[in-house]
């Protein structure tokens, strides 16, 4: 009897700890997280996309979608978890302003101050950011999810997680990682774009070497480009004065410890932990819903929008300047920002049609503007829609 | 630097001196609502009702108002101090606390020691005891008066007149501001109200979301693609025009500076416009110069550049060495 007693206890004890494993809560949903994690692992690694980003959200992805029981604190959703803890930083927005710290420490704004028309480049890729928008409107979504959609056409991580944070946080893993997944992606998605809206003789276009720009110019830069731009967009602060701020670190010439801290562990330190738990949020339950392919489609069309409007409006701004000043048009697609990635597709696709024709600084102009205009978008999206 | 550069400097130090300042303190605490006859109100911990004053913390930030006087006198403005240490003195951002004016004081932190019945003027002085943060004519024995609520209707709720008092006070009748904290609306924003609200918003004025309005005006996401799209190239063309003409004024300085050391404009200009593989090359002729003279193959004054080889051999690949090699002492 009492060996029968001790065989059922064992039993019942391994009954339930099976219970407990993530065999017995394994759903599809989750095999299909799992896959898409492995996928972004794989592309990262074989084929080196993104990698500083689609690791840690691959790996993220795996862990969030391990099943288990609830209650265990374990979850990313579950307070008072480690992981909770950490995604933190994502849902009250402080991982993006610090990221945008550290690209400002290791952003070079000469190109831009060089030649200040690129940053109308840089405004006029944002357009696909308000076409995302609208057409988000008609796939039926409510304006702050749509808003929070359109921001994937922005092409900038910590701004779409800052934003969809504040405007629809349920949406934020998919918002999240269709934005993530479309920057590693510009190499595929831009250059038939860019060829398609130019003609040959446009692409060999060559511009006009950058002047040299004097220190005090670049001290300038983000002192009087955070006072003008957050005095017009004071809900863009927290993006813009990390960016600024971080710039000047780097420009002033006395705080080069503080710039490289931003631009080297610090700004590590967060891309590890936003990667992370932004794959982890992206639980089976959460993420796979038809909302989420409409998004994915959404930032899609968004990439396709901001490259359009930005090599078009490049086209339209050659129209009004002298033979020598014209604008190669195939640096129109980094105003999306994307930054650098944007700008070695037009120093590529460049390359292709003149091998001599360097495109790169010249594209990092509108580049590093399209980073500035989409903060700028997203504080106007916050204004209008929080 | 230009003239020009020193202009946009100053107009830059004139938005932000006339940018107004918000500070999160006891400066932000406002008088807020106040019942004077309460016989079917509000009660307090005790269940006795009394006549009580609402504060409301305007800022968004937490404020403690330990520390902080009310009174109705103008000429005692420390009559009652509101004790320092409790945690309940803590206002929440956008949040409301409540005194009573039963003039016991000896009930606890928020019992004031003195009655409404008594008093014309409330003061709420910040913890220094000379500041007065706020300050209330209340209209005792003044009248007539018409006495406001709200109801609700498809556009939200709104705020109504619902006849009127022939003097104040009225039992269970309060005074209080049409919206928190503000002085906005007729009679600088105060009301008398028939609902009253002790520890909660005046009027609750239930409006749609921005968002849902948004897309109840702009189904297609027409006007917030132009109107933003606007501020972008606003925003963006201002940097421009800014920056256009820091980069002049720049170049424009440089070259007084050159005139001034003796070199010709025309040189200065050149040298300005010198593409970047020029920079790169001499950069590199000046660190084989500095770091290494050997590369002098001619004569000193002469930069050259070779290219650099070195025979390979897996003996000396950093690759196949696994370990340092032993230095020999």
């Given at each position: 009897m009492e060996n029968q007693g001790f065989i059922s206890f064992l039993w019942d004890n391994l009954q339930q700890f099976f219970g407990y494993t993530a065999f017995a809560n394994f759903t599809f949903g989750h095999s299909v997280m799992i896959l898409i994690g492995l996928l972004f692992l794989f592309l990262a690694i074989t084929k080196d996309w993104e990698p500083m980003l689609l690791v840690p959200i691959g790996f993220g992805i795996i862990i969030g979608n391990i099943p288990f029981l609830e209650g265990l604190s374990i979850g990313v959703y579950e307070e008072g978890s480690v992981m909770n803890i950490l995604y933190q930083g994502v849902r009250l927005g402080f991982y993006p302003p610090l990221i945008f710290l550290g690209i400002g420490a290791m952003t070079d704004f000469s190109a831009l101050i060089s030649n200040p028309k690129l940053m109308l480049i840089g405004a006029a890729a944002q357009f696909g950011i308000f076409g995302a928008y609208g057409l988000a409107l008609l796939f039926g979504f409510p304006a702050n999810e749509a808003g929070a959609i359109g921001i994937?056409?922005?092409?900038d991580g910590p701004t779409a997680i800052f934003l969809s944070g504040r405007l629809a946080p349920d949406l934020l893993g998919a918002i999240a990682v269709s934005a993530y997944s479309y920057m590693a992606l510009v190499p595929v998605i831009q250059p038939p774009i860019m060829r398609l809206f130019t003609s040959k003789k446009e692409r060999l276009i060559r511009m006009k070497p950058p002047r040299v720009v004097s220190q005090r110019e670049k001290i300038f830069f983000p002192i009087v480009g955070f006072l003008l731009t957050a005095l017009l967009v004071p809900s863009g602060i927290p993006l813009l004065g990390m960016l600024f701020f971080g710039n000047l670190l780097k420009e002033c010439g006395v705080t080069r410890r503080l710039a490289e801290t931003a631009r080297g562990p610090l700004i590590d330190i967060v891309t590890i932990l936003i990667g992370l738990t932004v794959g982890a949020s992206t639980q089976a339950d959460k993420f796979l819903q038809w909302n989420s392919i409409k998004i994915f489609m959404l930032g899609a069309l968004s990439f396709m929008i901001a490259t359009t409007a930005g090599v078009l409006f490049v086209k339209f701004f050659n129209l009004f300047l002298k033979p020598g000043n014209k604008i190669n048009p195939l640096i129109g697609n980094a105003g999306v920002s994307a930054v650098p990635d944007s700008a070695r597709v037009s120093n590529n696709v460049g390359l292709e049609y003149d091998k001599n024709n360097y495109l790169l600084m010249h594209a990092m102009g509108p580049n590093v503007a399209g980073v500035i205009g989409s903060a700028v978008a997203a504080g106007i999206l916050l204004g209008f829609l929080s | 630097m230009s003239k020009r550069l020193y202009l946009f400097l100053l107009a830059g130090c004139l938005l932000l001196a006339g940018a107004p300042a918000v500070a999160q303190s006891q400066a932000d605490i406002r008088i807020n609502e106040v019942l004077v006859s309460n016989t079917d109100d509000y009660e307090d911990d005790y269940g006795h009702k009394h006549g009580w004053i609402e504060l409301f913390n305007t800022s968004r930030g937490t404020v403690d108002i330990g520390g902080c006087y009310i009174s109705n006198d103008r000429n005692d403005l420390k009559k009652y101090r509101i004790p320092k240490g409790d945690v309940l003195t803590k206002i929440k951002p956008r949040q409301h606390i409540v005194l009573w004016a039963?003039?016991?004081?000896?009930?606890?932190?928020?019992?004031?020691?003195?009655?409404?019945?008594?008093?014309?003027a409330l003061y709420f002085t910040s913890s220094n005891g000379r500041d007065v943060v706020d300050s209330l004519h209340i209209p005792i024995g003044e009248g007539p008066f018409s006495v406001m609520d709200y109801i609700a209707n498809d556009k939200g709720n709104q705020v109504t007149v619902k006849g009127s008092i022939?003097?104040?006070?009225?039992?269970?009748v309060s005074y209080g501001r049409l919206m928190d904290g503000e002085d906005a609306?007729?009679?600088?924003?105060?009301a008398f109200l028939v609902k009253t609200t002790p520890s909660s918003n005046n009027v609750i004025l239930d409006s749609e979301a921005a968002a849902q309005r948004f897309k109840q005006f702009d189904p297609y996401g027409v006007i917030m693609a132009i109107t933003a799209m606007s501020v972008v190239f606003v925003a963006l063309i201002l940097l421009y025009i800014v920056f256009k003409n820091i980069g002049r004024a720049s170049i424009n300085s440089g070259r007084k500076k050159a005139e001034k050391a003796g070199v010709a404009p025309d040189a200065v200009a050149v040298a300005q416009d010198a593409p970047g593989e020029v920079y790169a090359a001499i950069a590199i002729a000046l660190h084989l110069y500095i770091q290494q003279e050997e590369a002098h193959d001619i004569e000193n004054t002469i930069l050259t550049i070779n290219k650099v080889t070195r025979t390979y051999s897996p003996w000396s690949s950093k690759i196949y060495g696994l370990r340092e090699i032993p230095h020999k002492q």
């Open positions: 994937i056409g922005g092409a | 039963d003039n016991k004081p000896l009930r606890g932190t928020f019992h004031v020691n003195f009655t409404l019945e008594e008093t014309s022939p003097h104040y006070p009225v039992e269970n609306g007729g009679a600088n924003g105060w």
